[in-house]
């Protein structure tokens, strides 16, 4: 079973339109960490955001939020007004597994955002 | 300064090839990675080490060797490149345990003719 999903594949939204990512994870673990990440077409990774089991709240980040509820396994990631540099692939992660350096990211398949002017 | 570096951006080779790609961080931490993206953006853990000491070794073909001269460089060896191998490869580097975001380099553009 895949552990990280994003259903959405592919969304376009035009300038200033709201546009919600969705995550769905699945662990055993009562602690684990999730993760946002964002891959513009230059190819790098960059980091956007650490949630950890424990802490719920909800996170704004000037037009970025995020919502965290463990009770459906979700970590949902919403870009308010939308722009077109927002235009990217976005990665939802998960960190689970034995405490320790043994614990891994696994990535969801990534859902590619085009926001079109 | 860069964070997380690796060289080359780009390689294009031959079937049956050996190739390296370097990889080295800057940012003091003790554990690196390998990952591998593919044509369809699917990013999957090959590597991490801890310390210069293999941690994580997921399902890849022994042709793949990685070797972490020091904490701060962990190497990326392809033996016999077949053209399955063609994809992005990314270093990155964190803290250990599994808390902390990761960094990650520019990624190296692997292409396998």
């Known amino acids: 079973a895949q552990k990280v999903t994003q259903a959405q594949t592919e969304i376009s939204v035009v300038e200033k339109e709201d546009v919600t990512l969705d995550c769905v994870y699945e662990?055993?673990?009562?602690?684990?960490?999730l993760f946002w990440y964002k891959q513009p077409p230059s190819g790098e990774l960059v980091f956007l955001i650490r949630?950890?089991?424990?802490?719920?709240q909800n996170e704004i980040s000037g037009r970025y939020s995020w919502n965290f509820q463990k009770s459906t396994s979700s970590f949902n990631f919403t870009i308010t007004a939308s722009q077109v540099v927002d235009s990217a692939v976005y990665f939802c992660?998960?960190?689970?597994?034995?405490?320790?350096?043994?614990?891994?990211?696994?990535f969801g398949s990534g859902t590619q955002l085009t926001v079109l002017p | 300064d860069t964070a997380v570096s690796q060289t080359p951006k780009y390689l294009v080779t031959q079937m049956g090839n050996d190739k390296s790609i370097k990889c080295e961080q800057n940012?003091?931490?003790?554990?690196m990675y390998w990952y591998k993206q593919d044509s369809k953006k699917f990013l999957k853990i090959m590597f991490s080490?801890?310390?210069?000491?293999?941690?994580i070794n997921e399902t890849v073909p022994n042709r793949f060797s990685p070797k972490s001269p020091d904490k701060a460089h962990l190497n990326l060896h392809i033996n016999s490149l077949e053209l399955g191998d063609s994809a992005v490869y990314f270093c990155?580097?964190?803290?250990?345990?599994?808390?902390?975001?990761?960094?990650f380099g520019p990624g190296t553009r692997l292409t396998v003719l």
């Open positions: 080490y801890n310390n210069k000491e293999l941690i």
């Open positions: 662990t055993r673990d009562t602690t684990y960490y």
């Open positions: 940012l003091g931490h003790d554990t």
């Open positions: 990155a580097s964190s803290w250990s345990g599994g808390r902390d975001e990761q960094f």
């Open positions: 949630r950890n089991s424990f802490d719920e």
């Open positions: 992660a998960l960190s689970e597994g034995p405490s320790g350096s043994a614990r891994q990211l696994t």
